[in-house]
């Protein structure tokens, strides 16, 4: 679907996304294509944000401020 049409019945990109869990491709002239896709049909991609968040956070937590001047005399 172009982007013209998806923005002339935005109500039907989201009803194909959302009611018939499909992916709805949108082109734009020279840009890259986005995907609009029904969020209940992305487990796996909610799990690894949310696993890379918490790793992440962890990692601010435990490693802590570096201390000044490691390697200098």
């Known amino acids: ?3 013209t049409e998806a923005r002339a019945n935005p109500a039907s990109v989201l009803d194909s996304a959302t009611e018939d869990l499909e992916e709805v491709v949108i082109t734009r002239a ?3 294509p986005a995907v609009v896709v029904a969020l209940s049909a992305t487990p796996s ?3 690894t944000s949310s696993v890379l968040s918490r790793n992440i956070a962890a990692q601010c937590h435990t490693s ?3 201390p000044r001047g490691l390697g200098r005399r």
């Open 1 to 3: 679907m172009n982007y």
């Open 30 to 32: 020279g840009r890259e």
């Open 64 to 66: 802590g401020p570096r």
């Open 45 to 47: 991609t909610r799990d």
